[in-house]
């Protein structure tokens, strides 16, 4: 059964750890990312992009297949299913479709505009027990065509988002999206700071998680970072398991490849990276 983020994500910010938001992009991600978070007994978030769910035919379809499959591997962990950067309808119709948590990424509008926006989803969250983050202040790179330059949100707009009640907050602290360039000026613990002295217990999420080193991720998590989104990292490793095993020839003696083989390398290595961040994040055991 699906659950919203609220509960893991509270219990996240209190115990000073963050849980791991891993984008899902067909089945073999799913399933890995679900088998990882079982075996380290840590609650998990599945995040979903616009993009990802038009690949995978749909809402619905998605959370069909999410649903089904918690239920089939046994499932035990807390599982939220979470839209990613979702824009106002993207979120209507994942609530509609029965994803448990949406992100409305309303960043790119004048803050006027993202809260009223923002607040008419949190009453339709709240009115369907279903988690909400919201988001100030782009985060830097390129995302299912948002684009952001890495600004960081003003802290007094991040407390005026905050108090409409949503789930957690996405405030850019000057991370982004995608590989970390060499002239990257790493991200802003001052504001991330002075954010949590505005908005309090709410739970806030680190988007770009991946390039991002460890000390930098154990000193967001000590100032309220309790949601961490890893998505690159899984996608590079995925790709480089399965390019290996390609050029390797393993084709079942030139009968062509078995789909299922051929995927199966890259499973494996999703399944080592969710290990790491998870270890990394400190939820393994808090399930």
Known sequence: ?????????????????????????????????????????????????????KYMTGYKTVSAMVSAMVEELGITVPVALHLDHGSYEGAKACIEAGFSSIMFDGSHYPIDENIAKTKELVAICEEKGISIEAEVGSIGGEEDGVVGKGECADPDECKMVADLGVTMLAAGIGNIHGKYPENWEGLSFETLDAIQAKTGDMPLVLHGGTGIPEDMIKKAISLGVAKINVNTECQLAFQEATRKYIEAGKDLEGKGFDPRKLLAPGAEAIKATVKEKMELFGSVGKA
């Open 1 to 53: 059964m699906l659950v919203s983020a609220k509960e893991m994500l509270t219990k996240a910010k209190a115990g000073k750890y963050a849980v791991g938001q891993f984008n899902i992009n067909n089945l073999e991600w799913t399933k890995s990312i679900l088998l990882t978070a079982e075996e380290l007994k840590s609650p998990v978030i599945l995040g979903v992009s616009e993009g990802a769910g």
